[in-house]
T-cell receptor, first 112, second 116 residues
Framework: GENVEQHPSTLSVQEGDSAVIKCTYS??????FPWYKQELGKGPQLIID?????GEKKDQRIAVTLNKTAKHFSLHITETQPEDSAVYFC???????????FGKGTTLSVSS | DTGVSQNPRHKITKRGQNVTFRCDPI?????LYWYRQTLGQGPEFLTY????????KSRLLSDRFSAERPKGSFSTLEIQRTEQGDSAMYLC??????????????FGPGTRLTVL
């Protein structure tokens, strides 16, 4: 079955710096890769996703890139702000509307 | 608020007791998912429904767990004879019907279960 590896597990940056979180997946048939942000005591919030027919997607300060050949995808956050501090999860699935397989998460701390 | 709602938000129970959680999905969403999340881990898939049909169950869903979605709207997750290892956050998500957005799963706030 699918396995998703995520790193780093923790990331500390200064306000205004960029942050990059990387994930690799094992199932070459996976075709959907969302990123979620989870704040303390809350459920995961979908922040951006990418499908296998595109290589990059951008939404304001966040972007996701996908390398299907290498089976890895990354989240890029530019101009980080303290409110970006949270746990970020990557996920993957191979068929629309089925189970998402999640990475173990990255705790991002942005200090001002 | 038109998001996914879950009740209760917190549940403390003694080992051996039964517990039931409820999830109300976003109104037009026909798929509903249950996940479990333990401390420091990502959510792990348990089961999902399309309308009232339960289409997939994970091996994590032991025979002490049962999920229902009788009318294709809200869902319940029951855990019988709870064990301390059941302590976790139970997350519900829903996704819209066919189309590009079918993949997108929107999560509720979760129910935190503590088994003493």
């Amino acid at each position: 079955g699918e396995n998703v590896e995520q790193h780093p597990s923790t990331l500390s940056v200064q306000e205004g710096d960029s942050a990059v979180i990387k994930c690799t997946y094992s199932d070459s048939a996976s075709n959907y890769f969302p990123w979620y942000k989870q704040e303390l005591g809350k459920g995961p919030q979908l922040i951006i996703d990418i499908r296998s027919n595109v290589g990059e997607k951008k939404d304001q300060r966040i972007a996701v890139t996908l390398n299907k050949t290498a089976k890895h995808f990354s989240l890029h956050i530019t101009e980080t702000q303290p409110e970006d501090s949270a746990v970020y999860f990557c996920a993957a699935n191979r068929q629309a509307g089925t189970a998402l397989i999640f990475g173990k998460g990255t705790t991002l701390s942005v200090s001002s | 608020d038109t998001g996914v709602s879950q009740n209760p938000r917190h549940k403390i129970t003694k080992r051996g007791q039964n517990v039931t959680f409820r999830c109300d999905p976003i109104s037009e969403h026909n798929r509903l998912y249950w996940y479990r999340q333990t401390l420091g881990q990502g959510p792990e898939f348990l089961t999902y429904f399309q309308n009232e049909a339960q289409l997939e169950k994970s091996r994590l869903l032991s025979d002490r767990f049962s999920a229902e979605r009788p009318k294709g709207s809200f869902s319940t997750l029951e855990i019988q004879r709870t064990e301390q290892g059941d302590s976790a956050m139970y997350l519900c998500a829903s996704s819209p019907p066919a189309g590009v957005q079918l993949n997108e799963q929107f999560f509720g706030p979760g129910t935190r279960l503590t088994v003493l």
